[in-house]
């Protein structure tokens, strides 16, 4: 259930709580790939115009040397924050090659081959090198393709004063940053049981260009000579076309607590696995992988959502998490919707902070291992047919309830967190947003994955379609106006990146890369202050 407790209602009507709802924290992180006049991923340089991926706050690259990744800050403004990456974006379209676009979408373009997608490159300093070198690891483990994969990364995290707020009336002792761990740690839970709705709202990926796959899927019907697509398809990103792997799917990594997830995580990053063990990690001075384990590093976990602290310079994250506990959530089930120029809109930002809110309020009782097989069926389904007239979702325990009733019971419980929410930001915004995703409940045909799967049949073609889509939209993009002082800030940080990037460069022949790796993975992944808890 996640009618919020008489409890909870009562503390959403002191000021101290309501002065915290309205600081909460968003950042947006949008991955969009360079595409070409042939139509292909760019096999060009990143763009030195844009400065260095290694050192640039908000402009770098993510898998492949084409693959851009845009980052803004945590902010409290949700229009500041989608401000902010439209500027991102304005400044790269202009600064590409010329002849280039962003692909907005995303399921990648046609892919010619795999030798033809070029893994990131980021300098030759150690931590240059480690990077591009756990992107290697990442294409012998689950190949090329599924890396270029692109999404929508949305950062959210809730005040201190408003965790302050909520930890003076628990009884049961412990100090904040335990109380705000475990209530990040009830989020996720939360998230893996109605995340669900999040693809059959969003999912914008029901189609897919045939040379994605190495052969004819059976799930899949065939549009034209270039062209798959699920006709109730809403999210093949986060189907199992997408970011999956066997490796992960067996791994023994919890949300109960934050205990829990650390020692599983630490298990993961120390475990070795036969499958990788056979790839190697090097053959003959060419390095393959970081090494054999599960998880070479903490971000190859897969997930659709993550406990998340900033760390510090040389910290690993599972020992900034284990320090100083989870500082916010990373929600990683957001497809990139074609049909806005930057791939996400104000409206769904509203009803993201509104859902993610009222999600934290909510009771979250631990997930079973039986449990957790339901939900992930739940997503699987969703993922692959949530557009079916009448779909019964799975559940554990019980005989299930039709997605259009399960999604109205959620939205009805939320309603009172959107409107105190907009009593407290002013305005209608969040309760609007909670509106527009309940007409999708009553009309699929609404969501962005009929209207995506609609213009693909219309073009005949998916990669058509995006294309058009895609030009047009960086075609707005560099058409957009930059004031002088906007224009002005995205210099300095080209200018600040090359300047950072220099000085790690120059001490760069100070580190033999060997000895680096060696200790990397000789290292103990969890501090010493932290392994006595464990």
Known sequence: MTKLGETTLKLLEQGAVRRGLA??????????????????????????ALGKTLTHKFITTDFSEAQLEFITPALHSVAESLEFLKELQAFAARRTDAGEYLWNASMPPEIASDESIRVAEYGTSNAAQIKTLYRKGLAHRYGKRMQTISGIHYNFSISDDLWRAFHGQCTSGGSLQDFRSAGYL???????????LVLYLFGASPAVDKSYLPAPHPTLSMLGEDTYY????????????????????????HYNSLCDYIEGLRGALATSV??????????????????????????????????????EEGERPIAA??????????????????????GICEQQAHFLNAFLTH??????????????QALNDQQRMVAWQGRVPSLVLPAYGTGGMELRE??????????ITAEVMDDVY????HTDAVNAQAAKLDNPDLTPSAKILEGVKQKGSYTGFIAELSKNQSDHLKAMPLSGERLKFQEAMVSQSRAAYEQIEARAGEHNFDRFLDSQNATEVLPPECLGDQ
């Open 23 to 48: 600081e909460l924290r968003v950042g947006i992180e949008k991955e969009a790939l360079r595409v070409g006049r042939d139509g292909f991923m760019s096999l060009r340089d990143h763009p030195d």
């Open 359 to 372: 999600l934290t309020l909510a009771s979250s009782p631990c997930i079973s291992a039986a449990e957790q």
């Open 274 to 311: 036969r499958e990788y063990e056979q790839i190697g990690v090097a053959k003959e001075g060419d390095y393959k992988q970081i090494n054999t384990h599960q998880l070479q590093l903490e971000n190859e976990l897969y997930g659709s959502a993550r406990p998340k602290r900033n760390t």
């Open 230 to 253: 699920g006709e109730y398809a809403t999210s093949l990103r986060m189907s199992d076309l997408g970011y999956t792997s066997v490796v992960q799917s067996e791994l023994d990594i």
């Open 406 to 415: 399960a999604g109205h019971r959620l939205l009805d419980d939320m309603r």
């Open 321 to 342: 998490l284990c320090r100083r506990g989870v500082e916010y959530i990373e929600l990683r089930s957001l497809d990139i919707n074609p049909l806005t120029p930057i």
């Open 186 to 196: 009830g989020l996720i839970r939360n998230l893996q049981r109605h995340g669900w």
């Open 426 to 429: 002013g305005g209608t915004g």
